[in-house]
C-alpha cells in the first residue's frame, strides 16, 4: 500500500497511520507452523502454539462447552482471529454465534469483537506470555467490550481461574473480578454461556 493510500484509510476511519501499517504488516505475515501473530497496543506479536498441558486444558474447555452449548445458537472457537477497528486477537477459546456470517469482518480475516461473547486464555509459561495474558490482552478484551474474559493460569500459585465480567471500554478495565484457586469451580455468570462451570474436570489439579 502506497504511503498516500495509507494516510486516506486511516483518515477514513478514525485510526492512525501507525494502526494501519500493523494491520497491513500483519496480513501479509507468512509465519512458520506452530506459530501465531496478534496486534495487541500497538504492537505485532509473535508467539508459539501453547504446550501439551496447555492443549489438554484448551481441548477439555471446547469438548464442554460445546456440550454446554449444544442446543443453544452459539458455539465454541478455537484458532479464530477475533478483529477490533486495526487490532486483532486469538483467544485459546471463544464463544460466539454458529453463524459467523454476519459477524465477520468487512476484509473477512475473523470475527468482529462484537460478536464475542467469552474469551479464554490458557496462561503460558514465561514473563512475556504471563504478562500478555494478564494484563495487555486484559486491557485490551476490555477495550473491545467483550463481556467475559476468562483467565486460565497454571502459574498463579497453584493455579487460578479468573473470571472478569463488565468491561469498562474507556478505563481498559473490568468491575467485575471473581479470581479462585484450581479446585474451586467457578461459574460464569452471563449468557449465552451463564451456569457453565470451570473446575477440575478441565483445569486438572492444583499445581505443586
Not at 467483550?146 to 472478569?164: A, C, W
Request: aromatic fraction near 6%.
Amino acid at each position: 500500500m502506497s504511503d498516500t493510500r495509507t494516510e486516506a484509510v486511516a483518515h477514513d476511519t478514525g485510526l492512525s497511520e501507525r494502526d494501519e501499517v500493523l494491520w497491513q504488516a500483519w496480513k501479509a505475515m507468512e509465519l512458520p507452523e506452530g506459530y501465531r501473530a496478534e496486534i495487541i497496543e500497538g504492537a505485532v506479536e509473535v508467539s508459539p502454539t501453547g504446550r501439551i498441558a496447555h492443549a489438554q486444558i484448551v481441548n477439555r474447555l471446547r469438548d464442554a462447552m460445546a456440550l454446554a452449548l449444544a442446543e443453544s445458537p452459539y458455539a465454541p472457537y478455537n484458532d479464530v482471529n477475533v478483529v477490533h477497528g486495526r487490532k486483532t486477537w486469538i483467544p485459546d477459546c471463544l464463544v460466539a454465534p454458529r453463524e459467523l456470517e454476519p459477524h465477520t469482518d468487512d476484509e473477512g480475516v475473523g470475527i468482529k469483537a462484537s460478536g464475542v461473547s467469552v474469551v479464554v486464555e490458557v496462561v503460558s509459561p514465561g514473563h512475556e506470555c504471563r504478562r500478555r495474558d494478564r494484563a495487555r490482552k486484559r486491557r485490551e478484551y476490555a477495550r473491545a467490550g467483550i463481556p467475559v474474559y476468562v483467565i486460565i493460569d497454571d502459574h498463579d500459585g497453584e493455579g487460578t481461574v479468573t473470571v472478569l465480567t463488565e468491561p469498562q471500554p474507556e478505563k481498559a478495565d473490568w468491575v467485575g473480578v471473581h479470581r479462585v484457586p484450581y479446585g474451586t469451580e467457578v461459574a460464569i455468570p452471563e449468557r449465552p454461556a451463564k451456569g457453565f462451570t470451570i473446575g477440575e474436570a478441565i483445569t486438572g489439579a492444583r499445581r505443586g
